[in-house]
């Protein structure tokens, strides 16, 4: 995997078997439900590499988590920082932080949008945006993990149904077409995406693009997606893989009007990450 700058740790311990889909993408089986790529970007941006990483997890043999810095300490820390001591096999940014302030201890570190991980309220304000991230179900019938448009389906009954939400910008409307408007703002970005089989995927394009390019060119990608979800920008933007066969960590950088250059390689401390671990056995 070639990582260059974008990674923070890379290295081989193990080489993966590769498998590739029917769109040319070669497909690095890290274990059983696990798989990671890195693929050039349909359309070359003016900065990078113009490659966008890839992280695929069957749902139904991971178990999804979201670590929050109000509910562990109240300190931001570096993905792998948050990932490493739980055994976290890939991580990524869990949305946009510095929302809801209500609480003092909580200045700086609550998702934008309404965010509950259990019993544990990051911010209990609802926004006007309609994409939410569900998972650990109150009930085996319902899905492992759903990325929700609340334009076509019962928000408030998902909110009832799974133990863990996070509400976020969508990428996509319900009918799969590009919701973001045209715009000449660019940044690096990682963003999560669910397909018609139910597969989750982690994505980080270090490169810098707007954010309509960038979904147009996700779905000539993975032309099967179903749902999208914004998560981060710029510098902050992360993605984290540990397994027995790959180990790193990638990071953004560029920003319209606040890092215009691809210059940053640091990994940035993050409130909030969402990660799988392996189930117990």
């Given at each position: 995997m070639n990582s260059l700058i974008l990674s923070f740790i890379a290295f081989w311990l193990g080489r993966a078997q590769p498998e590739t889909s029917s769109t040319g993408i070669s497909w690095q089986q890290a274990e059983d439900g696990l798989a990671f790529a890195e693929v050039a970007m349909p359309l070359k941006s003016s900065i990078g590499n113009s490659r966008i990483n890839l992280i695929r997890i069957d749902p139904e043999k991971f178990i999804f988590r979201l670590l929050c810095a109000t509910e562990n300490g109240f300190q931001k820390k570096k993905i792998q920082e948050w990932c490493e001591p739980r055994?976290?096999?890939?991580?990524?940014n869990a949305g946009m932080f510095h929302g809801y302030n209500a609480i003092e201890s909580h200045q700086g570190l609550t998702n934008t949008g309404y965010t509950r991980n259990?019993?544990?309220l990051n911010n209990p304000a609802l926004?006007?945006?309609?994409?939410c991230i569900c998972f650990n179900p109150k009930d085996s019938s319902m899905p492992a993990f759903q990325i929700a448009d609340r334009s076509c389906q019962n928000f408030q009954a998902l909110m009832n149904s799974y133990n863990t939400v996070i509400q976020g910008i969508r990428l996509f409307d319900c009918n799969q077409n590009v919701v973001w408007q045209k715009d000449k703002k660019k940044w690096s970005m990682c963003v999560m995406l669910t397909d018609r089989k139910g597969l989750v995927y982690f994505a980080h394009c270090r490169s810098p693009y707007t954010v309509n390019s960038f979904c147009n060119q996700l779905k000539m990608l993975l032309?099967?997606?179903k749902r999208?979800?914004?998560l981060e920008g710029g510098p902050e933007s992360s993605l984290y893989l540990n397994t027995a066969s790959q180990k790193w960590g990638l990071m953004g950088s560029y920003?319209?009007?606040f890092?215009?250059?691809?210059?940053?390689q640091d990994l940035w401390p993050l409130a909030n990450v969402v990660g799988i671990v392996r189930p117990t056995r």
């Open positions: 055994n976290i096999l890939a991580a990524v259990y019993k544990h926004n006007s945006d309609k994409a032309p099967e997606l999208g979800i914004y920003e319209t009007g890092w215009e250059d691809d210059s940053n």
